[in-house]
């Protein structure tokens, strides 16, 4: 079984493997593939798992969980890091409480690890996804964070932060948080290696998760883009590695946390094996000339009359 080492989330105490495993599978009711996936992902090593209330992999999740206790693969919950995240029609101050609850009874846990503001918006509660544009609505930034940190005070998550939020939207979140987000999880792979939002964190001491770190093709946002680069797969060929391992090994050796998702039994093995090898400099060097696009743009959340105008709003620039 596969150890994953863990990095510190630096403003908590607390620790997260730094490679998890994506729960999101298309389309989002997938519930039985979810449960058997997850179960096998523990019984390989892998201890983070990230999840959403927009996934609908929370129950299955947890189900696969409690399983995975009864057979013995975990001793304890305690040995898991669970990620959730607060879907933006519940981003609102007097909802994200409830909604925190509900994310929990989901799993069957009495708490997250880690707890995220899904995107940097809010929607008209009650509303689903993919949404209508005039349901997007600012959100009201201090009154929500203000009940994430109450949801970390009341012990229904050990460390919150957000997800899809430029470097400007988080000078903004500091700016008015009693306690600093943990973790900005955010899209990450070689072809957009978010090298800016990387040194404001940094700096300001908030851990990166990378999500989609094999550019998330399959999904609904994803592109083969970065399974098909010329680079990557070069160096995969001269390494005897896959183009897979390479992007993961490479988000890795940034120091920040990755989440992949794979329900494929021997991808899921393979996603693993990238601990006792690593990419040379020159190699490092080739990855950083790549070209940068940024593959989730996600411009089901600009629109005319909402909060983003353009996607340069809604990314402030960070493009
Ligand atoms: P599958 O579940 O069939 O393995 P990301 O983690 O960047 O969002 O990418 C997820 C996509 O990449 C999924 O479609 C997944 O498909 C695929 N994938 C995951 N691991 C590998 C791998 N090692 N090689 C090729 N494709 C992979």
């Known amino acids: 079984m596969a150890t994953i080492p863990e990095a510190p989330l630096a403003l908590t105490g607390k620790t997260i493997p730094l490679v998890g495993f994506g729960t999101a599978e298309f389309p989002f009711n997938s519930t039985e593939s979810v449960k058997e996936a997850a179960l096998h992902a523990i019984q390989l090593g892998y201890r983070h ?6 996934y609908q992999s929370e129950q299955p999740l947890g189900e696969a969980i409690a399983e995975a206790l009864k057979l013995g693969f975990i001793k304890s919950r305690h040995e898991l890091f669970l990620t959730s995240k607060l879907w933006i029609s519940d981003a609102h101050h007097e909802l994200v409480l409830p909604a925190i609850k509900k994310n929990c009874r989901n799993l069957g846990l009495e708490y997250l690890d ?32 203000k009940a994430m940190e109450d949801c970390q005070k009341l012990g229904f998550t050990k460390s919150i932060g957000v997800s899809n939020f430029s ?13 600093p987000p943990a973790v900005n999880q955010v899209e990450m792979h070689p072809i957009w290696q978010q090298k800016k ?29 970065v399974l098909e680069n010329e680079v990557l797969k070069e160096i995969a060929s001269s390494k005897g590695k896959t183009v897979a391992q390479i992007c993961l090994r ?3 050796e940034q120091g920040v946390s990755l989440v992949v998702k794979s329900f494929n039994k ?6 693993l094996e990238i601990f006792d090898w690593k990419l040379c400099p020159e190699e490092l060097h080739k990855i950083e000339q790549i070209p940068q696009q940024r593959v989730n743009v996600i411009e089901a959340l600009v629109s005319e009359n909402g909060p983003f105008k353009s996607v340069e709003d809604l990314w402030d620039g960070e493009l």
């Open 250 to 252: 490479w988000v890795y």
């Open 197 to 225: 939002l990387r040194q404001f964190c940094d700096e300001k001491r908030i851990h990166i998760t990378a999500y989609s770190p094999l550019g998330g093709h399959g999904t609904l946002w994803g592109s083969n883009q």
């Open 266 to 271: 021997e991808r899921m093995r393979q996603n």
């Open 167 to 179: 470097s400007k939207k988080l000078e903004k979140l500091l700016s008015i948080a009693k306690i």
């Open 49 to 54: 798992f990230d999840t959403a209330a927009l």
């Open 114 to 145: 880690l707890y995220l503001i899904h995107f940097p918006a809010s929607l008209k509660p009650g509303t689903a996804f993919p949404c209508k544009t005039e349901d997007i609505v600012p959100m009201d930034l201090e009154s929500v964070w």
